[in-house]
């Protein structure tokens, strides 16, 4: 975690030997030497995003950092490959978030556009549909919207930034084991459980299961049910947690699930000495819906915009022009772009096998949590997660790990 204070940041526009800086790369690259024939003069890249429907937040956050990065890279002369400056070309579909749709939208663009490479889209369901679809066209992905393992199963070809699921999990029963050792929780922690119905869900339960098994002393599982996406009304739901008598209340969903769930949390009265809605919590859109409702919710994500260090300084920085809420789906779409296009300069051009190859093999500098990306053999990386916990004043802190806190966490939570 120290590292994100010192990511290397001399060399502007410069992609370095073990992956480069958080800026766009342009000259001096690896490879500017001498102009290769067989560099095209524009690299056309691809991505399916929700620009509409469920997610479309999330999907303007990532299409707003693609855009942006690229559109860097632009003005400075394009992307130099090779010694030779080639502009990019995004092509950005709407998959109106739809799974099927997105995966049409995948195989349209590279057997009828013919781009060069693909960007990653969001959503468990639908990037699991874009893996399939770049595994069996063979074409090189970078992604930074989907975090279920399930994902690289079988994977040659797709690489992922976000860190599974269950260590999201995982990361959140280590922390109440240090709330169990401080008195703060009892011991066994009684826990509700509540996860959408897809893998992204499974994983979440399973995680904390696991931990279960390997603590029976600390936790315990009192109550698990799934519920589908999209829901309007959880109260039934609700209402057998509430006579389950848990400690805990422990939930995975995305955004607008959430907003719902805990309005409706709320409004039956309900209490825990803890609640999460896994990696969901301190989102602008959700603090401003249920204001005071979201107040000391604990979430984990695969990056925070209040970790330490002048890589993530320089990015807020310079992402603040896009007007975002700097959340992680921002920061990913951003570390997807510089990766991809870093491999491009590394390959000296667009051969989807060497490309495919360096992505795998290389070690890319990050201002993520542990300061750079290692991919597994299955596409997907295993970087640790910062948690946070929302606070009365509608802000947050940092709360785990201990070196990257901005703050002590309130724990239980308190009665009003």
């Not at 990065?69 to 090779?82: E, H, M, P, T």
Request: one cysteine or more.
């Amino acid at each position: 975690m120290r590292r994100l204070a010192i990511v290397a940041l001399a060399a502007i526009f410069t992609v370095a030997a073990c992956g480069g800086s958080t800026t766009p790369p342009s000259s001096g690259a690896p490879g500017s030497a001498a102009p290769a024939a067989n560099v095209p003069d524009t690299i056309k890249l691809g991505a399916s995003l929700p620009l509409t429907g469920a997610d479309s937040t999330p999907g303007k956050f990532m299409k707003d950092a693609y855009e942006l990065y690229i559109k860097q890279l632009n003005d400075a002369g394009g992307l130099v490959v090779s010694g030779k400056k080639v502009k990019i070309d995004l092509r950005i579909e709407d998959n109106k978030s739809d799974a099927a749709t997105s995966g049409q939208l995948i195989e349209k663009l590279i057997t009828q556009d013919n781009v060069d490479l693909m960007l990653g889209g969001y959503n468990t369901t639908t990037v699991a549909q874009e893996v399939k679809v770049v595994n069996r066209l063979k074409m090189p992905y970078v992604g930074g919207g989907g975090a279920s393992s399930s994902i690289y199963v079988d994977n040659q070809w797709a690489v992922g930034i976000l860190a599974s699921i269950e260590k999201l999990a995982l990361t959140q029963m280590e922390f109440i084991k240090t709330q169990q050792d401080a008195a703060k929780l009892p011991k066994p922690l009684k826990i509700a459980v509540a996860y959408e119905n897809s893998s992204h869900g499974k994983e979440f339960l399973a995680g904390i299961k696991q931990a279960e098994t390997a603590s029976p002393d600390r936790f315990k599982v009192v109550f698990s049910e799934t519920f589908d996406l999209a829901g309007k009304d959880y109260t039934s739901l609700l209402n057998k947690v509430k006579d389950a008598n848990a400690d805990a209340y422990m939930v995975d969903a995305r955004v607008n699930d959430y907003i719902t769930m805990q309005t409706q949390y709320k409004q039956l009265g309900m209490y825990h000495l803890y609640e999460t809605f896994g990696p969901r919590g301190a989102e602008k859109a959700a603090r401003d819906a249920l204001k005071a409702s979201s107040d000391y919710i604990v979430a984990a994500a695969w990056f925070d915009s209040l970790m330490p260090g002048d890589s993530v300084k320089k990015w807020l920085d310079t992402i603040k022009v896009t007007g975002d809420s700097p959340e992680w789906y921002l920061a990913s779409g951003w570390e997807v772009a510089r990766i991809l296009t870093g491999a491009i300069q590394k390959a000296g051009g667009v051969d989807k096998q060497k490309v495919r190859d360096i992505v795998f093999n290389t070690t890319w500098d990050t201002f993520f949590p542990g300061g750079s990306f290692k991919f597994g053999k299955n596409g997907q990386v295993d970087n640790d997660y910062v948690m946070t916990q929302n606070t009365p004043d509608g802000n947050r802190i940092i709360i785990w790990p201990k070196d990257l806190a901005t703050g002590t966490a309130t724990v239980p939570i308190p009665k009003k």
